[in-house]
């Protein structure tokens, strides 16, 4: 399996299985942070979605909208990112000027999920989005 800084440096395009196969490696680093890394290093798996949200960039450069499933995946990045970071206890303030610099650097719609995800968060995690009005 391919880590996160292998995938980014990775620059050919990618046909229908390349796809496939990718999107299976791109959800076992997903599981692997929001799970095992989210247990044993609870304050690094927050820096480590960031990271690897920030991947689909360089993914979608190199599929077409036959990849769909990969833009599955990272909206459950997004959704993990909120869990994580509330999680960890990262200052809301922070997490706040993250979203927004993500949010503005969002070329191919790869935090169009984050909003969503903040706002059913907004129930039991008030601070985090009372930071971003």
């Not at 299985?17 to 095992?36: F, N």
């Not at 949200?53 to 990112?81: M, Q």
């Not at 000027?97 to 995800?117: D, H, I, P």
């Amino acid at each position: 399996m391919n880590g996160i800084s292998e995938i980014s440096a990775q620059t050919s395009f990618l046909g229908t299985e390349q796809i496939s196969e990718l999107s299976r490696e791109l959800d076992a680093i997903r599981v692997a942070i929001a799970s095992s890394i989210a247990q044993a290093a609870r304050d690094l798996a927050p820096d480590l979605m960031w990271e690897f949200v920030a991947l689909a960039e360089t993914v979608y450069e190199r599929t077409t909208e036959e990849g769909w499933e990969i833009s599955v995946i990272f909206d459950e990045a997004c959704s993990d990112l909120v869990k994580l970071s509330i999680h960890a206890g990262v200052e809301p303030a922070l997490f706040a000027t993250k979203v927004v610099a993500a949010l503005n650097s969002n070329q191919y719609g790869e935090y169009r999920a984050l909003m969503q995800s903040l706002a059913s968060a907004e129930m039991w995690a008030p601070a985090y989005v009372s930071q971003l009005g």
